[in-house]
């Protein structure tokens, strides 16, 4: 009755595969004729339900895990008949509910065939499953779906981590086997035009809802295929959210509205996944509606709220080794666009030359993020990408440059009890002989652990006025001084 979505004959001619769909389907194989043995154990457990245990116990138990094993293998020989019935060219147009529906209508056929009962419930996992398997990313879309999630850590196919509020927890999805979690990776970087193989082992992407992706695939990957994904999120954090969240404080927010809209050059740095894109995006905010802003992202994550915003997006290289546009590129060309404003994601190259200049040549309240684990670290960051990109210049060249080009440093962190918080705000002041001098005007101050992990600890003012007061008050920010009040915690 849906045969709209089957195939005229079943026994079309595969059309050329890649790399991993090659190998899945010489493995499928010898998976078929596996199966063929597991109905009469499979069905024997699922006619006569082992009574169900009231989840006592949270360590799954053999037999459960041996059940949990037999299914997946049966959802991956039901992938395969999916594959081989269902029409691939009409699948994208089918709407979710026709799709569902045919999804089950062949697998209820394949499992009479292969003689393999399940629960109502088992079924209905399965069907779900075997969608995403078609439609979506596989045993990730889950995880993809769940808000509470922000980054996907797959280390090989039988260790999926995620975040949560945090923390990193060991969730239970699993892929089948290697080959099964490269399909799924060669699904998601075939989408977006890019390839990898053995000869191109890594790849960052862009999956469809903007989430960022990167894998890396064996033998470089030694235990099995490694991916990260950051999920993007549709609602980002604004400055109300992060000082809600305690992230910093309200007379934190006042001052660096004051500072972002008086036009400083910002740069946030921190540890990976430490809130520094979340904070950029967040001080965005601060920019008056009526400035041109050019973003630059080797991954588009930031999402400005204001009306004149030119995004751009780096390129690597394609297969051939051609194509690449770097930050710097990108960089280079938005100076001759304009901007009021430049924001680049992550500074981490050469880039940083034209980054610098930029922030000293007309283009201040520019912004950007950089790896380090404090203000002084990052500006010997700043200093090492210079040198890396192999300018020659006396070192007290480039630290006045950068002293120059950059007033502020927020320093963002994440906690070891999973918290993100902005850990201090610094001021640079300018050079006293060799040494750029800078000045601290508020941080976190930690002061204890609670008995269940939390950190506490409060956010303080360092007791010294800020080294801009007066330009927050020419451009009529005239910030209440007890703002950088010390604050003792109780
Ligand atoms: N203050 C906060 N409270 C709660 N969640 C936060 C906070 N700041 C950031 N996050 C969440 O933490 C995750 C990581 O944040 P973000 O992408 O900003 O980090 P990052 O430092 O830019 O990471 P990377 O180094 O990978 O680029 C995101 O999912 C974000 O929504
Ligand atoms: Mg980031």
Known sequence: MFSRFRKDQPQTPPSPKSLPEVEAAKSNAQEVAVAATVPAEESAPARRPAPQKKSAAPAPTDKERRRRQRILE???ELHTRLLDNLNLAVIDSASEAELR??????????????NVVLTSEERMQLNQD????????????????????????VNGPQRIFVERAGKLELTEVTFKDERHLLRIIDKIVSAVGRRVDESNPYVDARLADGSRFNAMIPPVAVDGSLVSIRKFKKEKLGIDDLVRFGAFSEEMALYLEAAVATRLNVVVSGGTGSGKTTTLNALSSFIDNSERILTIEDTAELQLQQVHVGRMESRPPNVEGKGAVTQRDCLRNALRMRPDRIIVGETRGEEVIDMLQAMNTGHDGSMTTIHANSARDGISRLENMVA???IEMPLRAVRSQIASAVNLIVQASRLQDGSRRMVSITEITG?????????????????????????????????IRSHFSDRFKRWGYDLPHTIYDVVRGG
């Open 431 to 463: 050079m006293e002989g060799d040494i750029i001098t800078m000045q601290e005007v508020f941080r976190f101050e930690r002061t204890g652990l609670e008995p269940d992990g939390r950190i506490i600890g409060h956010f303080t003012g360092c007791g």
């Open 388 to 390: 890396m990109a192999g």
């Open 130 to 153: 075997l969608y995403f398997e078609v439609r979506g990313l596989g045993p990730l879309e889950p995880l993809l779906k769940d808000d509470a999630v922000n980054d996907i850590l």
């Open 101 to 114: 529906a045919e999804i089950s209508s062949i697998a209820s056929e394949a499992l009479t065939e292969m």
């Open 74 to 76: 049966v959802k991956s």
